[in-house]
Nanobody, 128 residues
Framework: QVQLVESGGGLVQAGGSLRLSCAAS????????MGWFRQVLGKEREFVAA????????QYAVSVRGRFTISRDNAKNTVYLQMNSLEPEDTAVYYC?????????????????????WGQGTQVTVSS
């Protein structure tokens, strides 16, 4: 069982940076691959980034590759999304999510259907 709470969203000018955090609780956090998704009002949720349970493997959407970095600190039960060079198109509600128990050490996924646990979301707004 995993419970997730996002924080760190806010308003930033284009070209600026934000770091989102996702605090996790539960006995099996370190055995769950994690991901970040985002959603604009009225549109479908889209994949942003994913990280394996140990942090050794990562995966990014083409639209954010080179600008965003996902990381995790299992000792603190926290996953992060560092967002640099933000653009107005990055404006969305950002959600962290966890898969169920992950077998493979290097497993990551961009598929929403693979994620079982979801946080409440945090708003990121980028002004032009």
């Amino acid at each position: 069982q995993v419970q997730l709470v996002e924080s760190g969203g806010g308003l930033v000018q284009a070209g600026g940076s934000l770091r989102l955090s996702c605090a996790a609780s539960g006995r099996t956090y370190s055995q769950n691959a994690m991901g970040w998704f985002r959603q604009v009002l009225g549109k479908e949720r889209e994949f942003v980034a994913a990280i394996s349970k140990g942090g050794g493997s990562t995966q990014y959407a083409v639209s954010v590759r080179g600008r965003f970095t996902i990381s995790r600190d299992n000792a603190k039960n926290t996953v992060y999304l560092q967002m640099n060079s933000l653009e107005p198109e990055d404006t969305a509600v950002y959600y962290c999510a966890a898969v169920g128990l992950t077998i493979a050490r290097s497993y990551t996924s961009s598929r929403e259907s693979e994620y079982y646990y979801w946080g409440q979301g945090t708003q990121v707004t980028v002004s032009s």
